[in-house]
């Protein structure tokens, strides 16, 4: 396909979208109804598709189109907003889209208010800004951007230098990431990782360096029973069982989320034990209860940039009501002088700082004894981690 033929896709892609189609559902449509697209065609189309919801409001804008975004509008801006004049693809000839209509021609605007020209639904900028303070604007900034590859080194299996040779040894170059001991950022080839012998005998995971960083802040030394309350696909739990020997038992409101666990586990060479609510009551007490809660994934806007567009003032509300039952309903599963780890891939304080002071003023005997943020300053996506300990100070 031409440069211009996959401007067309991603257009049709995104219209899709914008009509009420999750985007990954519109992708595997239309390379469904395309099979003449090969994978080179395919991952520029997906590229040029998240990088348009990723920068939607200021995309729109610069194709004229700031109040109804539409697929073409979109494509328009992002030719604008990397220097290309979008005439240039926009020809009619062969599967090209039609030349540009003399508005769309039109000047751009050369201004954008801020929140526009930073991607930032407008309800959002005070609340992020609040939380994030003199950060707010380069932060998103870099949540304009693709967020980096990164791999767990799986080190029950071997070393981060050793999976830097395999790697490299299949043309796929990474950089030791220095926000935990366990990371590397992919610089070269990723995608070549899914059919990788490191990945596929469980020596590196994908998973984000600040994810990792977070699970290096939990105690696991000593303990004995963990149990990963929220623990959806899982990583989080293989990353702590890399780490410590212990009874690891993996829990999640929404059982299919965890149906690849088993098969990963086994491919790290990791034993974990998958449980349903009584299950889990029955094993208490725990050592470590990790609660990794739905939240409004701010922190991981530049992988999931439909969430920045559909988050609600409704839904955040909502979200922190699941938030505090979440810990309301878990803390007694933790053992005396037992730790409860409160994470968010958020960056907001309404669901980080303020939840943990709300459950430690509300709640006999628990206390703070470690709160952290993460940023994508820090080369990672946003998280928050708590650590909440069952005792005196």
């Not at 999750?22 to 090969?38: C, D, I, K, M, V």
């Not at 930032?120 to 998103?140: H, I, K, T």
């Not at 999640?252 to 088993?262: G, V």
Request: hydrophobic letters at 45%; aromatic letters at 4%; a neutral charge.
């Amino acid at each position: 396909m031409t440069p211009a033929a996959r401007v067309a896709a991603a257009i049709e892609i995104l219209d899709l979208h914008l009509a009420g189609v999750a985007a990954e559902q519109a992708l595997t449509g239309w390379a469904r109804g395309h099979r003449f697209a090969g994978s080179g065609d395919r991952a520029a189309i997906r590229d040029h598709v998240f990088d348009a919801l990723r920068c939607m409001r200021s995309f729109a804008a610069q194709g004229g189109a700031a109040d109804q975004p539409t697929g073409r509008a979109l494509m328009i801006g992002a030719l604008r907003d990397a220097g290309i004049p979008p005439e240039t693809l926009f020809t009619g000839e062969g599967h090209a889209p039609a030349p540009l209509t003399p508005l769309e021609a039109g000047s751009p605007p050369v201004d954008l208010p801020r929140n526009v020209a930073l991607d930032c639904p407008d309800w959002l900028a005070p609340l992020l800004e609040q939380s994030l303070g003199e950060a707010f604007v380069p932060v998103m900034q870099l949540m304009r951007q693709r967020a980096p590859v990164t791999l767990r080194v799986n080190l029950a299996r071997t070393t981060r230098a050793a999976a830097q040779g395999a790697l490299a040894a299949e043309g796929i170059e990474a950089a030791v990431h220095p926000l935990a001991g366990t990371a590397l950022q992919v610089t070269q080839n990723p995608q070549r990782l899914r059919g990788c012998a490191p990945y596929l005998d469980g020596r590196v995971e994908l998973q984000d360096a600040a994810s990792q960083a977070v699970v290096e802040m939990l105690p696991l030394a000593g303990a004995a029973r963990v149990l990963d309350y929220c623990a959806g696909g899982g990583g989080k739990t293989l990353a702590m069982a890399a780490r410590e020997p212990a009874r690891y038992v993996a829990h999640d409101i929404a059982p299919q989320r965890m149906r690849d666990l088993p098969e990963r586990a086994r491919r790290a060479g990791i034993g974990v034990e998958l449980a349903d609510a009584a299950r889990v009551a029955a094993l208490a007490p725990y050592d470590l209860v990790l609660l990794d809660v739905p939240c409004s994934g701010s922190g991981s806007w530049r992988r999931a940039p439909e969430a920045k567009w559909a988050l609600t003032p409704a839904r955040l509300a909502e979200l922190q009501q699941i938030q505090s039952g979440i810990l309301d309903e878990t803390h007694g599963l933790v053992a005396p002088g037992g730790v409860l780890a409160y994470v968010t891939c958020s960056m907001l304080s309404a669901e980080n700082g303020d939840q943990v002071a709300a459950f430690v003023q509300r709640t006999a005997g628990w206390h703070c004894t470690v709160q952290r943020s993460f940023t994508p300053l820090d080369g990672g996506d946003g998280f928050f981690c708590a650590l909440l300990t069952r005792g005196p100070r």
